[in-house]
């Protein structure tokens, strides 16, 4: 077994089988999620693309010169120690990838979030997030964009499978960025199992 991308983050995270939801499309039901390894770089760098991507429809950003997206918080997620990267696979193959960030403070966001189409209305993706979520106990915040109304659904049905009723939702602005509508914020406390 490789060591996680930074082995000061603690365990890898065990195999999690899921069964479909009730919304599943495909059948699939079996995926594996854990930390992301160094040997893991290259899958999750090449989800990140398919991630900007999907969210370009929403955020209003062309790709770089390259025909590649912006990286940044990609490589904070793979390097910086205040970050987790976890990585989804289904039979060996990348199908996923979550950012938790601000490990070590007092509230704990998921930043990225990305499962393929092909296996997406499976119960991979809220059973994924689940179990990052569920890795992690505390308070939770989760940003998402008003105009993704399947992201919409998907956050709350997370908050709600975790939460019950009670969580938040607050339009937050972005940071330097006026010209961009305001993020939803969903906010929930995990309980340690």
Known sequence: MQAPLNPARGR???????????????????????????SDRSAIEH????????????????????????????HRALDDPNWLAYLATRDD?????????????AVRVLNSFFIARA????????????????AHPGPWEIAFQDS??????????????IAGDEWTEERRPIPDRPDVPPDSWISFEVQAS
């Open 12 to 38: 890898r995270a065990e195999r999690g089988t899921v069964l479909p939801g009730p919304d599943s499309l495909s059948g699939v039901t079996d995926f594996e999620l854990r930390h992301a390894e160094t």
């Open 47 to 74: 989800l990140w693309q398919l991630f900007r991507h999907d969210m370009s429809e929403f955020q209003g950003q062309l790709p770089n010169r390259d025909g590649t997206f912006r990286t940044e918080r990609l």
């Open 93 to 105: 193959q990348p199908i996923g990838f979550a950012f938790v960030r601000d490990l070590t403070g």
């Open 119 to 134: 296996v997406r209305r499976s119960g991979i993706g809220l059973r994924a997030a689940e179990a990052v979520l569920r």
């Open 148 to 161: 993704n109304t399947t992201a919409v659904r998907f956050w709350r049905r997370v908050a709600t499978e």
